[in-house]
């Protein structure tokens, strides 16, 4: 079933069905606190030859009776891409509705392959699931997903365990964040984390002297600790982390690329040290590794096009709101870069 097709019957299905909005859950956030030790300095090593890459990104969409979730991904595998929504092999869509719309999508031969309504553990997404966790797990799942067709090392857009801060995050999700963590390939994996302004883990290793940082978020550290020079690390960083009955040890480096700032993280110290040199040699202008860079604009491209061809659909048949025409303009302009 192409991506056309799966959107169009889909809201046909919806449109049949008289049910009001559902409505936005508020979003929540919770900083980690997993003690942070200092390992060693990084050494000299090459950088990866040949590698993958992948970065993914999600939207929804308000409509009567159902909130509708879309996910997109774009994973270069050295010899083959794969882009998502535009080939469609897995569930690149989820939706939380009554017990009566999901019956009817599991009812549906094709809707039914690409439209997730439980979560990994076969919990529904019924009208009180968390919106922001769907999303999440929606583009967990794809990644995790394009990480097992690679055969080369793989370089993600973002961290290496996905998901929350797991201790404090309730039922249903926290037991679907542990299986989709646990279900990912790790073994021959790098995570480049760009976003640091959310992050505290430099407080926490003891690296940090000067008392006007000592609740600095990670990315004014770095940026201050790097300050005047071109290229900055900071030592390898050990994490243990717990996830459900599996225990992982996490390695990590903040690196300073001009002004850039990203950590690397990977669990091993031999693919963290290549890590940081691969990203080193590809960066951009900015400091940000180019090939994180266009993974992160195909993605987003991907899934704004999926955007804006569902929100046409949808005004025509179940109707958007207000909040819908907002996400529309961002849809357009992450379309147009």
Known sequence: MEFGEAIKSLFSLLSSIDQPYLGVSPTTS????????????????????EFSFLDSS?????????????????????????????????????IKASDEVRKLIEGDQMLSKIVAINN???????????????????????????????????IVDGPIIPGPY??????????AFITLANQRKKDRLIGIVKRLNYSRKLRRSGIIKDPRLMNATDDVIVEYLGRGKEFYTTPILKEEIDVGNSHYTRYMIYVKVREGVFRVESLSKDLLCKGVYTARKYSSYRGI????????????????SAFIFAFNIARA??????????????AELDAGE
């Not at 996910?71 to 535009?86: E, F, G, Q, R, T």
């Open 30 to 49: 919770f900083e980690d606190s997993t003690p942070v030790e200092v390992e060693e300095e990084l050494g000299v090593c090459d950088s990866l030859e």
């Open 58 to 94: 999600s939207r929804m969409i308000n409509v009567r009776g159902a909130n509708v979730y879309f996910a997109s991904l774009y994973a270069n595998l050295v010899k083959d891409h794969i882009m998502i929504p535009l080939q469609v092999d897995v569930p690149f869509i989820a």
């Open 120 to 154: 990994v553990n076969g919990e529904p997404y019924s009208p009180d699931y968390k919106d922001d966790n769907i999303l999440d797990e929606l583009r967990i799942s794809l990644e995790n997903y394009a990480i097992g067709k690679s055969n080369y090392v793989t």
């Open 166 to 175: 797991i201790q404090m995050v309730g039922e249903p999700y926290k037991s």
């Open 289 to 304: 590794p180019e090939f994180i860079e266009v993974a992160d604009r195909i993605s987003k491209r991907l899934s704004a």
């Open 317 to 330: 048949t179940t109707g958007v709101n207000y909040e819908d025409w907002e996400n529309l303009r961002t």
